[in-house]
């Protein structure tokens, strides 16, 4: 069964910075786009960004120019580096490939306060 396994998240105050993690599988890795997903309490999952094999990014509106996303293909390894968070980036960030879902991990909790 393919694992994605998130990491990074954590506490941090509005203006922080965090970077995650995403690791899984080379047959997926090195052949799909990948994606970031979060999901705030009390609301539905949400793409935040997504990634090429080749590494063209695509951001939504809501973290564009504050969020990077990134891919390591040859250590199955894609980053998420978030600058500036505020309070409405406070969710669970899950990792995926959008166009060959795969079973959800458990996703890195991010939390925004002071």
């Known amino acids: 069964q393919v694992q994605l396994v998130e990491s990074g998240g954590g506490l941090v105050p509005p203006g922080g910075s965090l970077r995650l993690s995403c690791s899984g599988p080379g047959n997926i890795f090195k052949i799909y786009r990948m994606a970031w997903y979060r999901q705030a309490p009390g609301k539905q999952r949400e793409l935040v960004a997504d990634?090429?094999?080749?590494?063209?990014?695509m951001y939504k509106d809501f973290v564009r120019g504050r969020f990077t996303i990134s891919r390591d293909n040859a250590q199955n390894t894609m980053y998420l580096q978030m600058n500036d968070l505020t309070t409405e980036d406070t969710a669970v960030y899950y990792c995926n490939a959008p166009n060959n879902l795969q079973a959800w991990g458990e996703g890195t909790l991010v939390t925004v306060s002071s």
């Open positions: 990634v090429s094999v080749s590494g063209s990014p």
